[in-house]
């Protein structure tokens, strides 16, 4: 692995958690990086450092304020254990961020691949990382064709990862490295293999089956869904409700809809006034807005259109809002 640890202090990106070995920030850069794009996270993990800057800022910090800092990243329960895990740190470990694997993987929302990522990198404990930009790249330099998601080749892919990590002193860096490989070279679907420092070792190339590997799964099916949402205002103000308990983005502001409230009956013949669409996990969603009277027992809290702004929404939520109609700050629809 020399070739590709002095690449990776050649080539590796400037990135912001990569000036730092505090395993709080490295901590919050893994789990935002978690489905997210690297250009994504940056400003929002520079913004979650200025604002929250220690384990016990964000232990102590208001739940809200922790899913404004998160707005737009998705995938909230996320925030929700970085929170949990906080306190936990604080309560159980007097605020210092443990030390040990063991101790580490205790905390809620790190799994092994975070474990690995956050005792290699801040510690350089000798800890194996397998993700997916991981297992592209063990699967591609060792030939593995099998289906990465079966049990035997995940099993052997982590021991494949561990005798890689051990094999060097550097553990913060090869497991940086692998990463940086995955990202910026060993791509899905173009790699780079011209430039790849560990090509003279890629079996995947030699074999010219790099299109066949890592094996690709069946995709599980999308399901449509179709919600209402409900526009209901009073003078300048809209009605938000916040999305309870048990359901998925639990904490986030949102207008009222039939996936949380029951269903309000629509007035008859009325056209949606905003419509949007996104897709989540297997799920396609089409939000359609409608202007309706409140019903007496609807709860809520009436926000002024500038309030908005300090409040966390949902992505698909906020781009409603911005579709619906107002003028000089106040709805024109009233109830
Ligand atoms: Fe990936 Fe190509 Fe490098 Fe093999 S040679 S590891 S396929 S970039």
């Known amino acids: 692995m020399p070739r590709l640890l002095s690449w990776y202090g050649a080539q590796a990106r400037d990135l912001p958690w990569r000036h730092t070995r505090d395993p709080y920030a490295i901590w919050i850069s893994e789990i935002m990086l978690q489905q997210t794009q690297v250009a994504t996270v940056i400003p929002y993990w520079e913004r979650w450092m200025r604002a929250l800057p220690t384990v016990s800022h964000l232990a102590r910090a208001k739940p809200e304020r922790v ?118 070279v060993c791509h899905p679907r173009s790699p780079n293999c011209p430039d790849c420092p560990v090509k003279r070792s890629c079996t995947a190339r030699k074999e010219k089956a790099i299109h066949l590997i890592p094996a690709a799964s069946i995709r599980p099916r999308t399901e449509a869904r179709r919600i209402e949402v409900y526009w209901i205002t009073r003078g300048n103000r809209i009605l938000l409700q916040q999305r309870p308990k048990g359901f998925h983005n639990a904490g986030f ?4 809809n039939n996936e949380t409230s029951p269903g309000i009956p629509l007035p008859p013949q009325s056209e949606p006034l905003a419509t949007v669409r996104h897709t989540i996990t297997k799920y396609r969603i089409q939000l359609l807005a409608y202007a309706v009277d409140k019903p007496r027992a609807l709860k809520g809290r009436w926000c002024q259109r500038d309030e908005l702004e300090s409040l966390p929404i949902t992505a698909s939520h906020r781009k409603l809002l911005r579709q619906l109609p107002v003028s000089n700050g106040a709805a024109q629809i009233t109830a």
Request: net charge positive; with cysteine.
């Open 67 to 184: 899913l404004k800092l998160w707005e737009g990243l998705g995938y909230y329960s996320r925030a929700r254990n970085l929170q949990a895990a906080a306190r936990k740190i604080l309560n159980d470990y007097q605020g210092q961020f443990p030390t040990t694997p063991e101790a580490i993987r205790t905390l809620p929302g790190i799994g092994r691949y975070t474990t690995g990522a956050i005792s290699s990198i801040a510690f350089n404990l000798p800890e194996p990382i397998v993700d997916g930009n991981v297992i592209r790249i063990l699967t591609r330099l060792f030939g593995q064709r099998e289906n990465p998601k079966t049990k035997a080749l995940q099993n052997e892919l982590w021991s494949l990862a561990d005798t890689l990590v051990r094999s060097t002193k550097d553990c913060a860096a090869l497991n940086q490295a692998l990463m940086e490989l995955g990202a910026t």
């Open 253 to 256: 502001w949102e207008l009222p």
